[in-house]
């Protein structure tokens, strides 16, 4: 279980608050979805999340343990996928599964028997000797996929991770998503697809302007808020929050 | 473990490299164009000089014997005994003879006798007669007016060719070197820290449970391996390029490197001592930046360091120039060749070198989690 307490992120750099105030909760074995405008935060909270980033003040607890304890424990329970996370396109999917398995502390027994079952999954042993710059978007989005989900974590964070890919892409990350929530690993998706959200979440985290303001069952979003479905409840939940200013400006 | 994730940071660095070919070829093609490119400028100046025959010419056996051991030394005076040294210079076949007789040596230009000097007793005398000729430099000097422009006699003995060989090497070719290296070490510390951030492909290797310091290191120890192969190939293509270019003079260099070999590990470690500096400023700068734009800006600063670093010693005779790296190059490489390598000067240098690393890679790994905020 993941607790959020509190959580606050400033950019010194560019005098950014990009999270004010995020507290949440997610469960074992649930798909948890994040949702939120554009800039409301929630990629910063998933870097934070996965200690790509240090939060200003707040605390992350992975099953009570602070993330600052022991960050590299943490590092090997957690993967985090996002569209944008590329990588390096001179190796083939079979030595950059190799290379991160041996990060990972993997036995050679593991990764093999992991990286068969992954590739096989995702369509990508037929290509795991080509080089993965000679790749579709897709084909890239689904060997970053099996890469990141090798070390077979407990917690796996995707960042908006079916953007920008084809329909039959998408179901089969879909499909792989459930499959992880029914070995009873702990989700959390971010994504602007609210439909997506109904299908597959069972519980939902609103965050506007920097600061969480819904969690609760997908099911109570919209009764909640008293209007019919998630995508008015989102709409609400931003009107009644959003405030104009986020940036702090320099005295 | 930790040290597992420093080497399979390294082996997958050093895949890297092998697998990119522009990068690979940059790093080997480029000291070896330039330094031959400019060897070959160097020798095409030299060779627009045109190189007088010479010989001297004994009266009998004894002389010649007794004169060999001065003659070994100068390897353009070729040594006859008897013939008719007046018909040979007035034909043109030789310019320069200096003739020994019973009492003298006379030298002649151009079937002019332009000089006669030092008296001989006997045939025992001709070796100190003739070396104080050469070394005196008595006969360039009497010949010297009497030459046209760019036109010389070879009075260069073996540790003449020596020096000529040394000057070059940690003069103009001494700092290609460490410009190549520089450039080297910019464009691969770009494209292998500030380059992981711009491709995206740093967030999933920071996520892996090995701490952003192993990671650093071990890019850091491939850089230097490259950095210090770059350096190599600019001096074996140094060596390469004197052997193809002055290749009447190579022989002498091998006789003079093979008779001890000590001078072996203290180049290396020279060369060790800039490897360390140069990769520490380096990754130091490509650390600072999440663009490779920005950081390559900020290199050319420390391409300009490094170069300006090996040139010290021809601005100053400061005695302290000669333990810092990358600055002691030219000191130490020639006091090595003379037979009196100052292991103190280049060890202490050498350790300066490591506490620049130390340092280096500290600062880097600190900058780069501070551009990852």
Redesign the interface.
């Known amino acids: 279980m993941i607790t959020i307490e509190h959580l606050k992120k400033t950019f010194k750099k560019n005098k950014v608050e990009a999270v004010k105030d995020v507290s949440l909760e997610v469960h074992n074995g649930e798909i948890f979805a994040l949702l939120g405008p554009n800039g409301a935060g929630k990629t910063t909270t998933m870097r934070m999340l996965s200690t790509l980033l240090n939060p200003t003040s707040g605390k992350i607890t992975y099953d009570g343990k602070d993330i600052n304890e022991d960050m590299l424990a943490i590092r090997r329970r957690i993967a985090f996928l996002t569209n944008e996370i590329r990588l390096d396109g001179q190796f083939t999917p079979d030595e950059l599964a190799n290379y991160y398995g041996r990060l990972y502390e993997m036995s050679e027994e593991q990764i093999k028997k992991n990286k068969q079952e992954l590739f096989d999954y995702f369509g990508i042993t037929e290509f795991a000797k080509r080089r993965y710059e000679t790749f579709s978007t897709g084909m890239k989005q689904k060997t970053s996929l099996a890469i990141c989900l090798l070390h077979d974590p407990d917690t796996i964070i995707f960042d908006e991770p079916t953007n920008g890919l084809d329909i039959l892409t998408q179901r089969l990350i879909e499909k792989y998503v459930v499959r992880l929530k029914e070995e009873g690993k702990c989700i959390i998706l971010s994504t602007h697809i609210l439909d997506l959200v109904s299908r597959l979440a069972d519980r939902v985290g609103v965050i506007v302007d920097g600061r969480s303001v819904y969690c609760g069952n997908v099911s109570d979003m919209a009764a909640s808020q008293n209007v019919e479905t998630i995508d008015e409840a989102f709409v609400k939940l931003y009107e009644e929050n959003h405030v104009e200013q986020n940036i702090i400006t320099k005295k | ?1 930790s040290n ?2 420093v080497l ?2 390294m ?2 660095e050093w ?2 490299t092998m ?2 070919k522009s990068q690979l070829l940059l790093l080997l093609l480029t000291p070896l164009i330039t330094v031959m490119f400019i060897s070959w400028g160097l020798d095409y100046v030299i060779s627009q000089t045109s190189t007088y025959e010479a010989a001297v010419f004994f009266q009998n056996e004894e002389q010649m014997r007794v004169a060999d051991v001065v003659l070994k030394d100068y390897p353009s005076f070729a040594g006859f005994v008897g013939g008719d040294p007046k018909t040979d210079v007035t034909e043109g076949k030789i310019d320069c003879a200096l003739v020994v007789d019973d009492q003298m040596i006379h030298v002649y230009y151009d079937s002019e006798l332009l000089s006669s000097s030092t008296c001989l007793k006997d045939a025992s005398d001709v070796a100190d007669a003739l070396c104080f000729a050469f070394e005196g430099t008595e006969v360039y000097n009497d010949m010297k007016d009497f030459m046209p422009t760019r036109q010389m006699i070879d009075l260069s003995s073996k540790e003449d060719i020596l020096e000529t060989f040394l000057d070059r090497m940690t003069g103009l070719i001494g700092m290609l070197i460490f410009l190549t290296m520089a450039s080297n070490a910019l464009s691969l510390s770009a494209n292998s820290v500030t380059g992981e951030k711009e ?3 740093f ?9 952003l310091r192993k990671i650093l290191l071990g890019k850091t120890l491939v850089l230097m391996v490259e950095i210090f192969l770059s350096g190599l190939v600019g001096i074996l293509t140094g060596i390469l390029a004197f052997a193809i270019w002055s290749h009447d003079q190579f022989s002498t260099i091998c006789e003079l490197a093979g008779k001890n070999l000590a001078w072996l590990p203290l180049i290396i470690l020279l060369l060790l001592s800039a490897t360390l500096v140069t990769t520490a400023v380096f990754m130091t700068i490509a650390s600072a930046f999440s663009q490779t734009k920005k950081a390559s800006l900020f290199s050319s600063a420390g391409m300009v360091l490094i170069s300006v670093s090996s040139m010290i010693p021809t601005f100053t005779k400061n005695e302290a120039v000669k333990f810092f790296p990358v600055a002691n190059w030219s000191i130490a490489i020639k006091s090595i060749c003379r037979g009196k390598g100052d292991l103190a000067a280049i060890g202490t240098g050498f350790l300066i070198s490591v506490l620049i690393f130390a340092l280096g890679l500290v600062l880097s790994s600190a900058l780069w989690e501070r551009t ?2």
Do not use: I
């Open positions: 473990m597992k994730h399979h940071v082996k997958n895949a890297k697998k990119t491709r995206h492909t967030d999933t290797m920071v996520l892996c449970p090995a701490s990852n905020e």
